[in-house]
């Protein structure tokens, strides 16, 4: 499984656990017997690792938002945003690789016009940290 298909998998799970009352393993459990999932080590650690930063993680969304309250955003964008911020504040992962794939996950998902939106949010969130370091 490449780190791409990782990712898409570790989104697919952060979106369907955003549904639901399941924790990340309950939600990991049931897309292993139900869908069949196969998930890498990677994709496991992206799941987990925002689920459990997810209070941290819509913190920084929500100062990027300007003017803007996190339950406007569309579920798929803002489940790419999460986990891209996951990644660019809480793993070595390169920030422009990690908005680039948030970016191509949420045009696959849900279309070009939120792509742009969420495009201009990410930068933000990687100028406040940029900043903050």
């Known amino acids: 499984m490449t780190r791409k298909e990782a990712r898409e998998a570790a989104f697919l799970l952060l979106f369907e656990q955003s549904f639901g009352a399941n924790a990340a393993d309950g939600t990991l459990q049931l897309a292993e017997a139900e869908r069949e999932l196969k998930i890498s080590g ?15 993680i819509d913190e920084r969304l929500d100062k990027a938002l300007h003017n803007w309250q996190s339950g406007r955003v569309s579920r798929v964008a803002l489940t790419a945003m999460r986990l891209c911020v996951y990644e660019m504040c809480f793993t070595e992962t390169e920030s422009e690789v990690a908005i680039n794939e948030a970016i191509e996950l949420i045009k696959k998902f849900d279309g070009e016009e939120s792509a742009s939106f ?15 370091t």
């Open 42 to 56: 990677f994709g496991r650690g992206l799941f987990f690792g925002a689920a459990e930063h997810l209070a941290e």
């Open 118 to 132: 969420a495009n201009g949010v990410l930068g933000g969130v990687y100028k406040a940290e940029k900043e903050n």
